[in-house]
């Protein structure tokens, strides 16, 4: 029988496309249903334009729809996946902006800091909809969660329906060991690994070619060759401090820590200078939005000329669903999975990002033990603090949001707890009509 797989969220066009494209490459989804769900109707007719291109190269006797209604779609999928963005830039960067006025200077926003929680309050109403019509429509569906903040969505998707086979899915771990392999001219398949945590403040706790440990190596090069250090310069200073690599990209990782967002010279000296992708701008990421949709014209037109590519790419979800419902090849990943027996030094309950086994049998976590002591302060305080918004969020607790941002890193390292307030407030004052679980 074949399958239907739904992507609400479909019209990023490079996401839809290479989701798509895939899926279909495996042989026991070559005749599946593929149905794109957005409510932007230009940007869905987009993504189905460019689904459809794969479809027609790679001759498969696929169906495809389009629609802005996901219930047309939900009655007995396979497997569901969230790409979505709630709400649009114009909403989401007014948190970067707050924030920025009382200086807490923030690079992407996505994950946590003050914009993460905001952005996490705004989107669970919206994931808690589509919840409740897997529920309905799919109970049996594999939903697998592509939307930040990673994390907090997971963990409150995995209270509010534990019965859904379902986890989060990021790049950064296997962009990471991609990373490493060119330092180190080595093939990254011959790279084994343990990678453990939280989402995006996971730690490569084993890294290894041959049996050799590849630390000793990374860290001579690290501080023997210049262009390797300024190619990510916070998350080097972080190995170089802790001993271990962690997943995320140096402008990420320095929202997630307090030594150096804190002061325009710490800013200077360690996020606005380097060659990596994200050095940690304050306000990166609308940077490259704006750009985003500037360049958007012209980006559909190379789409449009460019020949079908359809070779597998390094996603996790089509081998993921493979391994539980296509012809049932075992596949080991990093997931977002709730803690219980996995992290011994982690809140029970929270989520964490562990390796996962996807085989017929379903989602397997694996039991990793004890996070490193050097880096379990910082994970275990970001890892408390999310469980206190995705609290706040069931229990409609305004307080308890304030209470957890007076912990996060870089604004403690900038404002007093009276100043926390006024932000917080301020947040919640722009925030409000997306809010409904609140009573503002």
């Keep these: 029988m074949s399958k239907k797989f739904v992507f609400i969220g479909a019209g990023s066009p490079n996401f839809s496309r290479a989701l798509a494209r895939d899926i279909l490459s495996f042989p026991a989804f070559a005749d599946a249903t593929i149905a794109l769900v957005d409510i932007d109707k230009r940007a869905l007719e987009d993504a189905r334009v460019d689904v459809q291109r794969i479809i027609d190269a790679g001759h498969y006797p696929a169906k495809l729809i389009a ?23 114009e909403v989401f960067k007014n948190d970067l902006y707050i924030c920025e006025k009382y200086g807490v200077k923030i690079n992407v926003g996505d994950t946590r800091n003050p914009a993460g929680i ?8 919206v994931l808690m909809g589509i919840v409740d019509d897997i529920k309905k429509y799919c109970p049996n569906a594999v939903f697998l969660n592509y939307s930040n903040p990673m994390a907090m969505l997971c963990r409150a998707i995995q209270e509010a329906a534990p019965e859904i086979t379902t986890t989060g899915l990021c790049h950064s771990v296997q962009g990471g060991i991609a990373k490493f392999a060119s330092i180190l001219n080595i093939p990254k398949d011959e790279i084994s690994y343990l990678c453990a945590g939280i989402n995006h403040l996971a730690f490569y706790l084993k890294l290894e070619h041959n049996g050799e440990d590849l630390y000793p190596a990374l860290r001579k090069i690290t501080l023997e060759n210049q262009a390797v250090y300024d190619e990510d310069i916070v998350r080097n200073e972080m190995f170089l401090a802790m001993g271990y690599y ?14 150096f967002r804190k002061r325009e010279d710490t800013l200077q000296k360690y996020c606005y200078r380097g060659t990596s992708w994200n050095t940690g701008r304050t306000n990166f990421t609308i940077e490259c939005r704006e750009k985003r949709v500037t360049d958007y014209e012209e980006t559909r037109r190379k789409a449009l000329t460019e020949p079908v590519d359809l070779k597998r790419g390094q996603e996790y979800a089509s081998s993921i669903f493979n391994a539980i419902f296509g012809d049932h090849e075992m596949f080991k990943f990093n997931g977002n999975v709730r803690n219980y027996g996995l992290i011994d030094n982690l809140p029970v309950g929270a989520c964490v990002e562990v390796p996962v086994l996807a085989s017929q049998d379903g989602l397997q976590p694996m039991h990793v033990g004890a ?20 609290k706040a969020h069931f229990t409609g607790d305004r307080d308890l949001i304030y209470q957890a941002i007076c912990y996060d890193p870089i604004t403690s390292a900038v404002l007093d707890l009276r100043e926390i307030r006024k932000m917080v407030d301020e947040l919640f004052a722009f925030s409000k009509p997306y809010l409904p679980q609140f009573k503002l």
Aim: aromatic share 8%; charged share 20%.
């Design 67 to 89: 629609t802005t209604d996901r219930t047309e779609v939900m009655e007995g999928a396979d497997g569901v996946v969230s790409m979505l963005m709630a709400q649009p830039l």
């Design 118 to 125: 905001f952005r996490f309050l705004r989107t669970a109403p």
């Design 246 to 259: 962690v997943t995320e990209s140096s402008g990420h990782f320095s929202e997630y820590s307090p030594w």
């Design 371 to 390: 996070i490193p002591d050097c880096v379990l302060p910082l994970m275990c305080l970001s890892s408390q603090i999310e469980e206190m918004a995705v």
